[in-house]
Nanobody, 121 residues
Framework: QVQLVESGGGLVQPGGSLRLSCAAS????????MRWYRQAPGKERELVAA???????HYENNAKGRFTLSGDNARHTVWLQMSSLKPEDTAVYYC???????????????WGQGTLVTVSS
């Protein structure tokens, strides 16, 4: 079984920064891509940024210029550095990954439980 564990959420003032981490653990053999989504109260879940370990990083408009996504393929870990945070960035941030388990060829999707980011003065 593969699990994603997120950390780094919390309360921050507008204009501040936070760094979220997501690490895959368990019977993981490899990860092809890892993503951050967020869901604000009363809104649908939306993509923030994605990394393919083949070398591509994608940012949605809600993250461009303010957030930086990085990853370590060997450690199956990604970090989302968030700067210039705004109240509208307040949401539960979820990590998502496309992974393979040890001894299996099937690629499947796994979600973390989420970490709350609150931007408020």
């Amino acid at each position: 079984q593969v699990q994603l564990v997120e950390s780094g959420g919390g309360l921050v003032q507008p204009g501040g920064s936070l760094r979220l981490s997501c690490a895959a653990s368990g019977t993981i053999a490899s990860a092809e891509a890892m993503r951050w989504y967020r869901q604000a109260p009363g809104k649908e879940r939306e993509l923030v940024a994605a990394i393919w370990f083949s070398g591509t990083i994608h940012y949605e408009n809600n993250a461009k210029g303010r957030f930086t996504l990085s990853g370590d393929n060997a450690r199956h870990t990604v970090w989302l550095q968030m700067s210039s945070l705004k109240p509208e960035d307040t949401a539960v941030y979820y990590c998502n990954a496309d992974v393979r388990e040890l001894g299996r060829a099937t690629l499947f999707e796994v979600w973390g439980q989420g970490t709350l980011v609150t931007v408020s003065s």
